[in-house]
């Protein structure tokens, strides 16, 4: 359902994350292709909005029937383009199909009107409508459960939805898009498009959109809710995050440590939702960093990125092997002592080890920026109002981790200033719950039915009751 093909725009070279080998080239769309785009979407709108919920679930539902069965080949390409092990791209993939059956399920229930009490006679209802064409852009470190949390809601709702895709990880987009037209999705229901960050950009600024949903950076979310604003157009923005994981003297270190190892280094950290400080009672402070520097991951064999259990795949590209390194040096120039990993691998590709870094002082970039990578600062604090006062002080408000007795934690837990608080585990965004940030993090939900109703508009319908009209009251 690529419903232009460029003939004039240039292209992006794509790449092995383990060798630097070139995989082939992604065709970015022209200029000229912004306005043929949300003109399809907009045209496409009118005919989907009509379809039955019933129906608009019944197709959402074959899609994902679709991806699943395709998940094994997807599994391999799409590790060769990110660098995640096939384990985890398998893994990643499953959660897109569960997200997408979620919504074509859940939304029979979430999409209905609902009555409000009579009023000075009046009876009054609430009705959901589609709310109109979405552009939908998708960021290449989790480009399926992130491109499934915006394409199944955006389509049971009613919505087409122009993708805007990552030129990092095309295959993924390129399946999904395969995936809705052999569903018998019709056609500019769903547009799969690479483009520029200019080209981006009038996308937009087009009018058509009724929603524009986007997971990021924070700088480029800023741009983008910029960009939207010209026309008034609702934005969903997933953006960044530096997820505090407060240890309590109290907690079970081996259960902590474990759950947390999965946490910062799957994917190699490169999760806005991964924790990225390590805020630790210093009465386990020392017990704690042993137990991290001999659980944390090697770095896969190059040449079998299957995922063995332990291991860790390469960063996507050599930017981010500079930016990580670059935090690293930061903290450890301002004093912070190094305890595992720190420098970029000589093998060929985008390695970096596993890195832990103690006595990080407050003033160092690694506690103040998004990490991003296979980098775990940890801080000691005493005292659970310093670790409050420690995990609020960034501007990110996305999500964090606490490890400690439930019984003495639930202060602790509620004074987080974060979007989502896990105790006692790290797990991840489910279908069935929203997921939004605060401050720096974004606004806006994906997933749950809040994720659902931010591509629905709101109607109120009211008239008289039938026997106040009758007597001309």
């Known amino acids: 359902m690529v419903a232009v093909q460029s003939d004039v725009a240039g292209a992006v070279a794509l790449t092995d994350p383990r060798t630097g080998e070139h995989l082939g080239r992604v065709q970015l769309i022209p200029p000229s292709a912004v306005e043929r785009l949300a003109r399809t979407a907009h045209e496409a709108f009118s005919a989907w909005a009509r379809v039955p919920l019933s129906e608009r679930c019944s197709l959402v539902l074959e899609m994902a029937r ?35 059956r979620w919504s074509a399920e859940a939304a029979q229930d979430v999409v209905r009107s609902s009555e409000l009490p009579d009023r000075a006679g009046t009876e009054r209802v609430v009705a959901i409508e589609p709310g109109g064409p979405v552009l939908a852009i998708v960021p290449w470190n989790f480009p399926a459960v992130v491109l499934a949390r915006k394409l199944g809601p955006a389509l049971v709702m009613g919505c087409p939805v122009v993708v805007k895709a990552p030129d ?14 052999a569903a018998g999705l019709p056609h500019g229901t769903v547009q799969v498009v690479h483009a520029s960050p200019a080209v981006s950009d009038a996308l937009v600024r087009r009018p058509e959109f009724a929603t524009v949903t986007f997971t990021g950076s924070t700088r480029v979310g800023r741009l983008v809710a910029a960009a939207a604003a010209a ?20 907690a079970d270190l081996d259960l902590a440590v474990a759950a947390l190892v999965a946490a910062k280094f799957g994917s190699t950290g490169q999760s806005c939702g991964a924790p990225s400080r390590f805020l630790v009672d210093r009465r386990v402070h020392d017990a704690f960093v042993k137990k991290l520097v001999e659980q944390a991951p090697l770095c896969d064999d190059q040449q079998d990125p299957s995922g063995a259990p332990g291991t860790m795949g390469p960063l996507n590209n050599a930017r981010r092997v500079e930016a990580v390194h670059g935090l690293v040096l930061d903290a450890v120039r301002r004093g912070a002592r190094l305890r595992l990993g720190g420098a970029p691998s000589d093998r060929s590709g985008h390695y970096y080890p596993a890195t832990v870094i103690t006595d990080v002082p407050v003033d160092a970039r690694i506690l103040l920026e998004e990490p991003f990578g296979p980098i775990a600062p940890v801080v000691a604090y005493d005292g659970e109002d310093s670790a409050i006062a420690l995990a609020n002080s960034t501007d990110y408000a996305l999500s964090a981790y606490v490890f400690g007795d439930p019984g003495r934690t639930d202060h602790l837990c509620r004074s987080l200033n974060a979007g989502s608080v896990s105790l006692n585990c790290t797990a991840g965004a489910a279908p069935d719950a929203p997921l939004g940030g605060r401050g720096a993090s974004g606004y806006g939900y994906e997933g749950g039915s809040q994720g659902l109703l931010a591509f629905g508009r709101l109607k109120i319908l009211q008239w008289p009751r039938a026997e106040e009209a009758a007597t001309g009251q």
């Open 168 to 181: 990092e990880t095309p295959a993924v987009a390129a399946a999904f898009d395969r995936a809705a037209t």
């Open 66 to 100: 679709i991806l699943e069965h395709g998940i094994g080949d997807l599994a391999v390409s799409f590790s060769q383009e990110h660098g995640k092990t096939v384990a985890e791209a398998e893994a990643e993939l499953r959660r897109a199909v569960e997200m997408l």
């Open 231 to 250: 026309n008034l157009t609702p934005c969903v923005l997933e953006l960044g995050g530096h997820a505090p994981a407060v240890i309590t003297a109290g």
